[in-house]
């Protein structure tokens, strides 16, 4: 199985700040990344897909990049909506797996 | 507008059978590979078990594999997730989850249901 590990678990942010999260495979995933949000008591949300493209009508100040098996995720300038918690997911090949999640709090 | 519908979790003894639903509509259901992620309470995402868009390939992750059984009936627009012998640490909340392009096995998904909170506890 592919192990992902996320880091950090937990990050205090302000409005404003840059924020970056990794995500690392534990053996190459090629592209096949994606990122999700999800907020208490909701479902998550897709934001970006094959480790770059952003999902349909998710704001610009999200980002992803990487390859292989190094990921990062980028917030450009954190919104008050953005205070969640994130995972990556990949899709190489099944089991499909998940990070642990990175919990964005506002500090 | 695309929704999944889920229903069917409840409380159930270890040893015990569940079937949850999730109910499509606003897509073209047949077209879609679909999923059913978990999450125990206060814990992350775990993948359960997904279905191609023509039942042809199916998997499971190690922590069900022989007692929970995936379906789809294309015809009602609908996924099914069998749950047999059930244990405490099956406990959860059950999303069932669309995967984004047509007729694909890049499995990432772009809507889920409400989720389905299963129970195991006597």
């Known amino acids: 199985d592919i192990q992902m590990t996320q880091s950090p678990s937990t990050l205090s942010a302000s409005v404003g700040d840059r924020v970056t999260i990794t995500c690392r495979a534990s053996?190459?995933?090629?592209?096949?990344l994606a990122w999700y949000q999800q907020k208490p008591g909701k479902a998550p949300n897709l934001l970006i897909y094959k480790a770059s493209s952003l999902q349909s009508g998710v704001p610009s100040r999200f980002s992803g990049s990487g390859s292989g098996t190094g990921f990062t995720f980028t917030i450009s300038s954190l919104q008050p909506d953005d205070f969640a918690t994130y995972y990556c997911q990949q899709y190489d090949s099944y089991p499909l797996t998940f990070g642990g999640g990175t919990q964005v709090e506002i500090k | 507008e695309v929704l999944l519908v889920q229903s069917g979790g409840g409380l159930v003894e270890p040893g015990g059978s569940l079937r949850l639903s999730c109910a499509a509509s606003g897509f073209t259901f047949d077209d879609h590979a679909m999923h059913w992620v978990r999450q125990a309470p206060g814990k992350g995402l775990e993948w359960v078990s997904g279905?191609?868009?023509?039942?042809?390939?199916?998997g499971y992750a190690d922590s069900v594999k022989g007692r929970f059984t995936i379906s789809r009936d294309n015809a009602k627009n609908s996924l099914y997730l069998q749950m047999n012998s059930l244990r405490a640490e099956d406990t959860a909340l059950y999303y069932c989850?669309?995967?984004?392009?047509?007729?694909?096995?890049?499995?990432?998904?772009?809507?889920w249901g409400q989720g389905s909170l299963v129970t195991v506890s006597s």
């Open positions: 279905i191609s868009w023509n039942s042809g390939s199916i």
């Open positions: 989850a669309k995967v984004r392009l047509r007729h694909s096995s890049s499995w990432y998904f772009d809507y």
């Open positions: 053996q190459s995933i090629s592209s096949w």
